[in-house]
Structure formats: structure tokens, C-alpha cells
């Protein structure tokens, strides 16, 4: 009673306008329930809606591919940290192998599976994997396959409280200090009419054997909630009225022609179709009292494309999709803003593969594969057991971004280099390659063309001659004696070391 009085005496007195009961906010909804209270009532309502815009709405869809194009691209593949050359490169390959056998349905490699788990995450909030151990028998490189199971799997609704302090919530089972033991999934999914013969029974997993892919929005919270959530309204909305535009531009043009006559009523061809089709040139003999008129529809007007792309806009925020990648509109766009929207786009591209993607699912995947193959005897690691840290070690290398500009940004990173403030490993990393694996290539290119024979090409870099990387063949006097008084003190400073 007195909270009460002190939060009316602080409405009154004044303070913050955004907690006001007045007129301008009387309409505003608000909730002080947690997030999980919210899901578990309308969570598999959003999911269910975001699922029904994809399949049907070219905005939604072409939002969620972006999406998972950018994030995975063709993968974000394990560099692993293992010191020794050899070792390292007998599980990389190993690696490789394996990724063809990832898919415990088939259908495509781990990197497919990636791209499937970064479009449930968007869709849906989350996603699930199960790590599957086979059998030696079944023939894989590594006794492990990977199943993708999507949110409807879990129920929501389900929660019970269980002997010796543990508890299901929303279908995750919690020990006594809040630990997650387990997963009630369904055998089947709920909405699937095709698999005949099981009930929708649940069944326990163990959560050493679950990967629960989810990038929340609130602490505590238990479930995913979609990034279509706050954009489903406008996409539908926006949806119906072009659908509605559509047909009123349909019904419009079906009428072309009207004959109007003056006539009595006591006319003898009443009741015959007066209209006839129109042809080009056509010349039409009307009958006394008769006359024509053309159909003149009423435009859309000037409104129709600045209310979509404004609406495009809202849908564009909510959604983390710059403008041009959702609407595929790019005359609006020129070369400093759209660098500007993909700077940020990439920003929170990077944050989500490394805080969820790499965390919560190449990592886990990475450790039980490499257990798995010293267990399986498919590699062979001596002191595994004490040094297990050292041997699962590993870097995760997102696909490279292709240049924005590409001379401006090869010039820029050349000169980092030079200036100590960034090392070709780094470089090339962000690139998604190893850095030992380029220079093991580059050194048996080199030795190939000893061997071959063959001169290598030089390539000037911008703003000097030379060899590849600017790079001058100082063997060449003709070449030197050429030099022009400005690039001879370049070369003498690049001889003293100095400059980049």
C-alpha cells in the first residue's frame, strides 16, 4: 500500500515522461513478466508466423538467406594449435574427411549443418544438435555424426518438478543448482503428419550429448526468441497492402471501354452484350444515343513507393539487415553509405559467429571429435590425456569478407603490415585461411617453378614496378638504371629498412 502511494505521489510530482499514465501513453502496453513467461505464451506463435512469412514472403526470405550466407558463407573452419607440423596436419585432414560423414541424415557436410544452424537461429531463436556416436562398424573416419533439431522438438510447455531438487523448465532439465542435465525432446516432430506409428511421447537426452544454439536477449532466459519478432507485423501488413495495390491495378485494367446510351428502355437489343473486343485501328459504328467512354483508374499517386520504403526501413532495423541486402534496392544506395551499412551489417555479422556459432557449436563439435578419433585410434596424439588442452586447441576462421573497395583495402592492409600494426597470420586469417598452410603452399609453388623452370611473373603493386608486392628485382641494372630520381630514394629507403 505505501509502494503504491510513493510510485503515485512520484507520477504526480513528476520525474520520468516515459513512465506517465497520461493521455499520450494511456495506450501503452507494458509487462513486468520475464521473458520466459513471454515465450512460453507466445513464443511458438512468433516461431510458427516467422516460419509462414519465409515460405511466403520475399522480404522475410530473402532476409534469412543473407543472413545465413554471411554468417557461414562456405564455413568457418578449425585451424588447429597443435605445435608439431606433422600432427597438426594429419588431424587437419582427418577433419576434412569427416566433414563429408557430419550429417547424420546425409543430406549435405558440417558446413551445410552450420548453415542450417545459423538460419534456425534467426528463424527461430535457437536450434538443437545432437552428437550421435556410431559404431566402429558403420565405416565413418570418426565414430560421430550430427543431428540438427529444431525448436518445435523441445516443448515449450513443458515443466515439472522432479525428486532430489531437480525441475524441467520449457522442456530443459535443471539440477539442484541450476545446471542443465538434460533435454525432454519429442520423438517425433509435432507437426509432422508423415511419420505414422508414434505417439508424441518425449524422450530424455542427456545434455553432454545436446548442443542448445541460442543467442538470448535477457539473462536468464531459457528459450530463443526469433529476430523476425518485431518486423512480423510490418512484413504482414505491408504484405497485405501490396497484395491489395495489386488488385486494385487488376480490376482497373479489366475495364477498358464503357458504352453508355440515352435510350428509353424500350430499346430491342436490350439484354445483348453491347461490348465488343478492341483491336488496334479498330473504327466502332455505334447506334443513335450511344456513346463511349474510356476507363481512367484512380494511381496509387506519389505515396505508394515512399510508404514502402519507409516501411522497408523499420522491417531493415528490426531485422539487423542493411536496406539494399532486404530489398535488393540499390538505386538509392551509393558507394559511401552502403559501406557505412555494411561496415555495421559485417560488425554484428562477427559478433554473433563468435559469441554463439563458435562458442556454442564449433567448439563442442571440435573437442568430441578429436576425443572421439584418439579414442577410435583414427589419429594418434601421445599424452593425450594430460595434454588434451594443448591437442583441442584450436582458432575458428570465418569466411573472408570480399573487398569493399579493393585497391583502397589491399593498399591499407599492406601498409599495416609494414608498420608492424598487423602480422601476415593475422592477415591472412581474416582472410579464413591458416597462415601455414598459405606459406607450405607458397613454398611448393616456389619450388615448382625452380624445378619447372619457370620465371616468375612480376607484378607491379600500385605506385611501383616490380615483382609481386612492390618488390623491386634488384639484380636487374638495366631495370635500376632506370629508376627516376624519386623511385631511386624509395629503393634506398627500402634498403635502410625505413618506410613501409
Same mark, same amino acid.
Given at each position: 500500500?505505501?509502494?503504491?502511494? #510513493?510510485? %503515485?505521489?512520484?507520477?504526480?510530482?513528476?520525474?520520468?515522461?516515459?513512465?506517465?499514465?497520461?493521455?499520450?501513453?494511456?495506450?501503452?502496453?507494458?509487462?513486468?513478466?520475464?521473458?520466459?513467461?513471454?515465450?512460453?505464451?507466445?513464443?511458438?506463435?512468433?516461431?510458427?508466423?516467422?516460419?509462414?512469412?519465409?515460405?511466403?514472403?520475399?522480404?522475410? +526470405?530473402?532476409?534469412?538467406?543473407?543472413?545465413?550466407?554471411?554468417?557461414?558463407?562456405?564455413?568457418?573452419?578449425?585451424?588447429?594449435?597443435?605445435?608439431?607440423?606433422?600432427?597438426?596436419?594429419?588431424?587437419?585432414?582427418?577433419?576434412?574427411?569427416?566433414?563429408?560423414?557430419?550429417?547424420?541424415?546425409?543430406?549435405?557436410?558440417?558446413?551445410?549443418?552450420? /548453415?542450417?544452424?545459423?538460419?534456425?537461429?534467426?528463424?527461430?531463436?535457437?536450434?538443437?544438435?545432437?552428437?550421435?556416436?556410431? /559404431? *566402429?562398424?558403420?565405416?565413418?573416419?570418426?565414430?560421430?555424426?550430427?543431428?540438427?533439431?529444431?525448436?518445435?522438438?523441445?516443448?515449450?510447455? =513443458?515443466?515439472?518438478?522432479?525428486?532430489? &531438487?531437480?525441475?524441467?523448465?520449457?522442456?530443459?532439465?535443471?539440477?539442484?543448482? $541450476? #545446471?542443465?542435465?538434460?533435454?525432454?525432446?519429442? %520423438?517425433? +516432430?509435432?507437426?509432422?503428419?508423415?511419420?505414422?506409428?508414434?505417439?508424441?511421447?518425449?524422450?530424455?537426452?542427456?545434455?553432454?550429448?545436446? =548442443? +542448445?544454439?541460442?543467442?538470448? @536477449?535477457?539473462?536468464?532466459?531459457?528459450? &530463443?526468441?526469433?529476430?523476425?519478432?518485431?518486423?512480423? @507485423?510490418?512484413?504482414?501488413?505491408?504484405?497485405?497492402?501490396?497484395?491489395?495495390?495489386?488488385?486494385?491495378?487488376?480490376?482497373?485494367?479489366?475495364?477498358?471501354?464503357?458504352?453508355?446510351?440515352?435510350?428509353?428502355?424500350?430499346?430491342?437489343?436490350? &439484354?445483348?452484350?453491347?461490348?465488343?473486343?478492341?483491336? *488496334?485501328?479498330?473504327?466502332?459504328? =455505334?447506334?443513335?444515343?450511344?456513346?463511349?467512354?474510356?476507363?481512367?483508374?484512380?494511381?496509387? $499517386?506519389?505515396?505508394?513507393?515512399?510508404?514502402?520504403?519507409?516501411?522497408?526501413?523499420?522491417?531493415?532495423?528490426?531485422?539487423?539487415?542493411?536496406?539494399? +541486402?532486404?530489398?535488393?534496392?540499390?538505386?538509392?544506395?551509393?558507394?559511401?553509405?552502403?559501406?557505412?551499412?555494411?561496415?555495421?551489417? %559485417?560488425?554484428?555479422?562477427?559478433?554473433?559467429?563468435?559469441?554463439?556459432?563458435?562458442?556454442?557449436?564449433?567448439?563442442?563439435?571440435?573437442?568430441?571429435?578429436?576425443?572421439?578419433?584418439?579414442?577410435?585410434?583414427?589419429?594418434?596424439?601421445?599424452?593425450? $590425456?594430460?595434454?588434451?588442452?594443448?591437442? @583441442?586447441?584450436?582458432?575458428?576462421?570465418?569466411? #573472408?569478407?570480399?573487398?569493399?573497395?579493393?585497391?583502397?583495402?589491399?593498399?591499407?592492409?599492406?601498409?599495416?603490415?609494414?608498420?608492424?600494426?598487423?602480422? #601476415?597470420?593475422?592477415?591472412?586469417?581474416?582472410?579464413?585461411?591458416?597462415?601455414?598452410?598459405?606459406?607450405?603452399?607458397?613454398?611448393?609453388?616456389?619450388?615448382?617453378?625452380?624445378?619447372?623452370?619457370?620465371?616468375?611473373?612480376?607484378?607491379?603493386?600500385?605506385?611501383?614496378?616490380?615483382? *609481386?608486392? &612492390?618488390?623491386?628485382?634488384?639484380?636487374?641494372?638495366?631495370?635500376?638504371?632506370?629508376?627516376?630520381?624519386?623511385?631511386?630514394?624509395?629503393?634506398?629507403? %627500402?634498403?635502410?629498412?625505413?618506410?613501409?
Amino acid at each position: 500500500m505505501i509502494g503504491s502511494l #510513493r510510485q %503515485r505521489l512520484g507520477a504526480w510530482v513528476g520525474g520520468f515522461d516515459a513512465a506517465q499514465g497520461n493521455r499520450r501513453l494511456r495506450g501503452f502496453p507494458t509487462t513486468r513478466a520475464h521473458v520466459n513467461t513471454l515465450l512460453a505464451a507466445a513464443g511458438p506463435n512468433v516461431t510458427a508466423r516467422a516460419r509462414y512469412l519465409v515460405r511466403n514472403n520475399g522480404y522475410a +526470405h530473402g532476409a534469412l538467406d543473407s543472413w545465413a550466407a554471411n554468417c557461414i558463407g562456405t564455413g568457418i573452419k578449425p585451424s588447429s594449435l597443435i605445435a608439431q607440423p606433422k600432427r597438426k596436419a594429419e588431424l587437419q585432414r582427418l577433419w576434412q574427411d569427416w566433414t563429408d560423414e557430419a550429417d547424420a541424415e546425409g543430406l549435405t557436410d558440417f558446413y551445410g549443418i552450420q /548453415r542450417r544452424a545459423a538460419r534456425e537461429c534467426f528463424l527461430a531463436g535457437e536450434c538443437f544438435i545432437r552428437l550421435r556416436p556410431r /559404431r *566402429p562398424e558403420d565405416g565413418l573416419v570418426v565414430p560421430l555424426q550430427l543431428q540438427l533439431l529444431p525448436s518445435e522438438m523441445l516443448p515449450i510447455e =513443458l515443466n515439472q518438478v522432479l525428486e532430489g &531438487g531437480r525441475v524441467i523448465r520449457q522442456g530443459i532439465e535443471f539440477d539442484a543448482i $541450476g #545446471r542443465r542435465i538434460a533435454y525432454h525432446f519429442h %520423438r517425433r +516432430h509435432p507437426g509432422d503428419a508423415t511419420e505414422p506409428g508414434l505417439s508424441n511421447e518425449t524422450s530424455r537426452v542427456p545434455a553432454s550429448e545436446v =548442443l +542448445h544454439v541460442i543467442d538470448p @536477449v535477457e539473462s536468464g532466459q531459457l528459450r &530463443g526468441v526469433s529476430r523476425f519478432a518485431p518486423a512480423i @507485423v510490418k512484413l504482414f501488413l505491408l504484405d497485405q497492402y501490396d497484395d491489395a495495390e495489386l488488385d486494385r491495378k487488376k480490376v482497373a485494367a479489366m475495364y477498358a471501354i464503357f458504352v453508355t446510351s440515352e435510350s428509353d428502355g424500350n430499346d430491342p437489343l436490350q &439484354g445483348e452484350d453491347p461490348v465488343t473486343e478492341v483491336s *488496334p485501328g479498330q473504327i466502332v459504328r =455505334l447506334d443513335p444515343n450511344e456513346k463511349v467512354t474510356t476507363a481512367d483508374p484512380a494511381d496509387s $499517386g506519389s505515396t505508394y513507393e515512399p510508404f514502402q520504403y519507409r516501411t522497408l526501413l523499420q522491417v531493415s532495423a528490426a531485422l539487423g539487415i542493411p536496406y539494399a +541486402h532486404l530489398s535488393q534496392d540499390m538505386v538509392k544506395a551509393n558507394f559511401s553509405n552502403a559501406r557505412t551499412a555494411l561496415m555495421e551489417f %559485417r560488425r554484428r555479422i562477427e559478433a554473433f559467429q563468435h559469441s554463439v556459432l563458435v562458442f556454442q557449436m564449433c567448439r563442442p563439435i571440435w573437442e568430441r571429435f578429436v576425443d572421439l578419433a584418439v579414442l577410435s585410434g583414427a589419429v594418434r596424439l601421445p599424452g593425450y $590425456g594430460k595434454k588434451r588442452r594443448d591437442y @583441442v586447441a584450436c582458432d575458428w576462421l570465418p569466411p #573472408r569478407w570480399q573487398w569493399v573497395d579493393p585497391l583502397k583495402d589491399i593498399r591499407a592492409e599492406i601498409e599495416e603490415i609494414g608498420a608492424g600494426l598487423k602480422s #601476415r597470420s593475422q592477415a591472412i586469417s581474416e582472410r579464413g585461411y591458416d597462415a601455414e598452410e598459405v606459406d607450405v603452399q607458397i613454398a611448393a609453388d616456389r619450388a615448382r617453378e625452380r624445378r619447372l623452370g619457370i620465371e616468375p611473373g612480376r607484378v607491379a603493386a600500385p605506385g611501383t614496378g616490380g615483382a *609481386p608486392g &612492390g618488390r623491386r628485382d634488384r639484380e636487374d641494372p638495366e631495370e635500376r638504371d632506370a629508376l627516376g630520381e624519386d623511385d631511386e630514394e624509395e629503393e634506398e629507403r %627500402r634498403r635502410n629498412g625505413e618506410g613501409t
